[in-house]
């Protein structure tokens, strides 16, 4: 896994009355967990079907965080608050080209540049792309490309069919599509 990891921090809340001189919520603490976010996530659930992967991930990634408050009974999310933080750059001098699969995990959060990713897919046979950049030529290595939906259509114009049917289009609750057909 390469890509740009952060610490999600999710704090649980009941709220049972509404704030008397704001027409919000008062929430009440619960509980609270965290883990590894954003690629560190993608790391920990490739661990539970293979128990041999690594990651390349920003060092700074405690740093930087994704606080969701959320209701405790319902798992409703009341508000996310990010920390703004500048991520550290990856060196491509630590990337090893000998496994069998590249995931690169890429949030668009400064870690990966398109030039980056180009690099990795030009050097590596098999890279799965899943991205938060709008798509252009950089990714027409790529052995497969996972955009949601919204993704998708910030990157319609810059389509080729070639990269077009590398594509794994993700749209919520209606499936995915891939090379024209629906999932």
């Known amino acids: ?10 704090i ?8 008397p001189d704001a027409p ?3 929430l009440s603490v619960v ?11 993608v790391y920990r659930n490739i661990l539970t079907r293979n128990n041999s992967c690594d990651i390349i991930t920003n060092s700074d990634w405690i740093n930087v965080t994704k606080t969701r408050y959320v209701h405790n009974s319902t798992n409703h999310m009341f508000f996310r608050v990010d920390t703004s933080h500048e991520i550290s750059r990856i060196n491509l001098e630590n990337i ?3 496994y069998k699969l590249i995931v690169i995990s890429d949030y668009d959060k ?5 030039e980056d990713i180009q ?3 030009e050097n590596h046979k098999n890279v799965f792309i899943d991205t938060k950049k709008i798509l252009g030529s950089w990714a027409k290595k ?3 490309i996972k955009i949601n939906d919204y993704e998708y259509k910030r990157s319609e114009q810059f389509l080729t069919p070639d990269l077009d049917s590398k594509i794994i289009h993700t749209m919520g609750g209606d499936g995915c599509r891939f090379q024209n057909k629906n999932f």
Do not use: H, W
């Open 1 to 10: 896994i390469i890509g740009e990891s952060c610490r999600d921090i999710f």
């Open 12 to 19: 649980y809340c009941d709220a049972n009355r509404l704030c």
């Open 24 to 26: 919000v919520p008062v």
């Open 31 to 41: 509980n609270q967990t965290e883990n590894g976010g954003m690629a560190k996530n």
């Open 96 to 98: 090893d080209f000998n």
């Open 110 to 114: 400064g870690f990966l540049t398109t």
């Open 119 to 121: 690099f990795i897919c």
């Open 142 to 144: 790529a052995k497969y």
